[in-house]
């Protein structure tokens, strides 16, 4: 063997990855080659010089990370919070149209004169046959019948006129009612899963990975590097609720625990606020 | 974050030779890692998936800038006046620190002059302690691959230092390269 031919023993006996053979006979070469033993020495230095000096990292790093982070963290939630007053306010519409329906003598038939001309003005005569005949009089107050059939007349598209005033009246009032009555939050955790808190994000794990614990301690490690005051204690899986969510806080050490019973793994990170 | 940032930064500063685009590539690396730790599932450790995305948004800002980095181990501080790259052991006499810092300009001159797979290679092993696997699978290639590369990426390095020292003791010396006989 040629020197350049043990330069890749010596890069591995630095390395601690020859096996013995290789590292016997690099052994007895290096006794006979002044110019080896050189090199040997030589790399071990650079290699003791470059992992030797570590550079701290700009403040800037830290600061523009978690600036952007919390950014986007805060569209996520807006983004929710938007989704989840569009559903409630759906939800509540459909609760006011099924408590009207049960209310009333006739059901849901009853909202038939209010709702009919929306579905029935094809032609401006039809509009005005409708307006006269079937109009709920408690939705034309302050608008004189008269002035509404001569402009109804006058041009089909005029026909909207009356859908746009009467639909907002019961949306509006069906948005006021939900926000007086939003649900309690529930974050479902499903099994085998970590929920970051603040990213709102809910990410798989595998847990027959058998690298799993000493990692997610890892990860916890460095969440709560800096301070930790209340330890909180999640076992299983299941729902956590808004309220319990908010009892954790930046400063909290969460402590991860498998349910011992089905094995399952759950997990809670909290990212910095 | 403040637990992986450091070794994080060394690895982009040894990979692209200059703090600032150290600094942006630390910052894209978490950034991302955020973004995507989704796609994190733990089939290898954490560190490792880290410097993955760390070397990739090293490479690619390598690739697009298509130059060499800028060596310099003189920086612009954050209060704007310039200062020399630490830390030097303070035990140090004051000639004892600038003949240190002229090797470790030294040693970051000749990691830069390497091509950009083998100061990865180098960087992962000796700065970021990556096994032969973990920097197989880093850089998609073989186990014996790394470490015949490894070796290479040693030997050159090792050459281009006492190129370096050749050249700053004797600047009118051209011989002895430290060649292998």
């Known amino acids: 063997m040629s020197c350049e031919e043990y330069i890749v023993w010596i890069s591995g006996h630095l390395d601690g990855t020859n096996e013995e053979a290789q590292e016997q006979q690099l052994r007895e070469h290096l006794a006979s080659c002044p110019h080896c033993r050189e090199i040997m020495n030589q790399m071990e230095l650079n290699d003791a010089a470059i992992g030797s000096t570590l550079l701290e990292p700009p403040a800037r790093v830290t600061q523009t990370v978690m600036k952007k982070v919390r950014a986007e963290v805060h569209q996520k939630r807006r983004r929710l919070w938007s989704y989840a007053l569009s559903g409630v306010a759906a939800a509540a519409f459909f609760c006011l149209i099924l408590t009207g329906a049960l209310r009333h003598p006739k059901g849901i038939t009853s909202l038939e004169p209010t709702l009919a001309p929306a579905y029935e003005f094809d032609t401006p005569a039809k509009a005005q046959y409708d307006l006269r005949s079937g109009a709920d009089p408690t939705c034309g107050s302050g608008v004189e019948e008269g002035s509404q059939s001569s402009v109804l007349t006058e041009s089909p598209l005029a026909t909207e006129a009356p859908i746009a005033t009467q639909a907002p009246v019961p949306t509006e009032a069906l948005i006021s009612e939900g926000s007086k009555t939003t649900p309690s939050e529930v974050i479902p955790l499903t099994p085998n899963c970590v929920f970051i808190y603040n990213a709102m994000d809910v990410i798989p794990l595998t847990p027959d990975s058998g690298n799993l614990l000493p990692i997610v301690s890892e990860m916890n490690e460095a969440a709560y590097s800096y301070h930790s005051t209340t330890t909180h204690t999640i076992v299983g899986t299941g729902y956590l609720s808004r309220t319990e969510i908010d009892e954790i806080e930046a400063d909290d050490k969460v402590e991860f625990i498998s349910d011992p019973e089905n094995q399952e793994f759950m997990v809670i990170y909290c990212t910095m606020p | ?181």
């Open chain 2, 1 to 181: 974050m403040l637990q992986y940032q450091t070794p994080v930064y060394n690895l982009c500063y040894r990979m692209l030779g200059n703090q600032e685009d150290a600094a942006d590539m630390t910052q894209e690396a978490f950034l991302k890692a955020w973004k995507y730790l989704n796609s994190f599932h733990f089939e290898s450790a954490f560190t490792t998936w880290l410097y993955r995305l760390a070397t990739n948004c090293c490479l690619d800002l390598m690739r697009s800038q298509k130059r060499r980095p800028t060596i310099s181990m003189i920086t612009e501080g954050e209060d704007g006046e310039e200062q020399t790259l630490e830390p030097v052991d303070p035990s140090l006499q004051p000639d004892q620190i600038l003949i240190k810092k002229e090797e470790q300009q030294q040693l970051q001159d000749a990691l830069m002059e390497l091509d950009k797979e083998q100061r990865a290679i180098i960087t992962l092993r000796v700065v970021n302690d990556l096994s032969y696997a973990d920097i197989a699978k880093l850089l998609k290639i073989k186990e014996g691959t790394v470490k015949s590369r490894l070796a290479r990426a040693r030997e050159n390095l090792r050459k281009n230092i006492l190129q370096k020292r050749n050249k700053f003791h004797s600047p009118a010396s051209k011989n002895e390269e430290g060649g292998l006989p």
